[in-house]
């Protein structure tokens, strides 16, 4: 598998997009700096999900950004993505990995150190650790200490990204620790993508700039 | 492909089982006559999905009955199911079938005649016509005139199922035109499976022996 930078990483949701095109919005993310790009969708139907999926490819492609499908491995196939990203509640990733073989990235959800282990030894390429922060985009979301964060990017030896809350206020806090990037949904979807992307890159560069 | 025996095909429906384990209505129906299930689940997490599937699995195989998938192909895939049962609103049935290639079975469902000869098109392996009856585990269904039912069984070279609110009082009303079997949920599933089987197995063998 290429070597991917994860170092900004673009989780979309509708509904930050205030009748916005989700396309534009992600071709503007991408343009100001993001790395991967996150396609999460919920209440639409399977075929308009494939069909924001197929979108999302060709602009990705574009930029030679990669696409990653959150949760659904058959429209993460159906449209060539880069990946999927499983959250506990999904398939197995040593499941999807027999399906999906070994060109495509796994990415897994984990809120404590046991997740991130076993998310590595299911063969899972990143694990998306969090949430760090207070989140509005999930209500249910199960919370990680920063002290939890630090013994997982020490212990565990694929790429670790920080979820949850994030912003440009508290980005600093888990930048200290030895992640490979955060994953933003609100942070750059509300309000003036182009600068939200710009003011989280340029702490992120200076912070992970020894790294890349 | 093996030839499928579809005369009485079983979906799955949680909401009718009142207490009973799923596995053990199914088990019961496939006893009594049932010749393929559909597993169809809602409001369950892909991780539930996915090993309800599995347990299926294992039971339809024992019984040499086909295993379809509702929806889902990443599902079926994992599971090893037979094949997997596509709505309108899901993935296109021509991207499944790249997907999960010409061993594994393909329905799409059609609610008139144009839907049905795409699906013919696209390569699905049967079509489940319908709703033919006024039904209650479809809130949104659309429904199909039996005059158009037959219109279908006639022009669509692909085995034709008729769907939605078949009973043992109606079944004989679908049962006249050139169809290849019926789907039910609630007349399986509701009160005694194993009564209502041979009922509905009873006048299907009836009327379709000529077929089979
Ligand atoms: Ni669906």
Not at 100 to 108: A, L, P, S
Not at 191 to 205: A, H, Q, S
Request: hydrophobic content about 40%; charged content about 35%; proline content about 2%.
């Amino acid at each position: 598998m290429r070597n991917v930078d994860y170092s900004l990483y673009l989780i979309t949701d509708r509904t930050y997009l205030k009748g916005r095109s989700l396309f534009d919005a992600v071709e503007e993310a991408i343009r100001a700096g993001v790395t991967v790009v996150q396609l999460r969708e919920k209440n639409i139907s399977d075929r308009e999900f494939y069909e924001a999926g197929l979108k999302l490819r060709e602009i990705t492609k574009s930029y030679d950004v990669p696409l990653i499908i959150n949760d659904r491995v058959d429209i993460a196939i159906a449209v060539d993505a880069d990946g999927v990203h499983l959250g506990q509640e999904e398939l197995p990733a040593k499941v999807v990995r027999e399906i999906i073989g070994y060109k495509k990235i796994i990415g897994v959800s984990a809120a404590n150190f046991e997740e991130a282990k076993k998310a590595c030894e299911d063969g899972a390429d990143y694990v998306g650790v969090g949430a760090v922060f207070k989140t509005p985009s999930k209500k249910d979301a199960k919370y990680v200490s920063l002290e939890t964060l630090r013994e997982i990017t020490e212990k565990i030896p694929i790429p670790v990204l920080a979820i949850g809350g994030i912003d440009k206020e508290n980005i600093d806090e888990v930048l200290k620790y030895d992640i490979k990037g955060v994953c933003c949904i609100s942070a750059i979807l509300k309000g003036d993508i182009g600068e939200n992307v710009r003011l989280l890159k340029d702490k992120i560069t200076k912070k992970l700039k020894q790294i890349y």
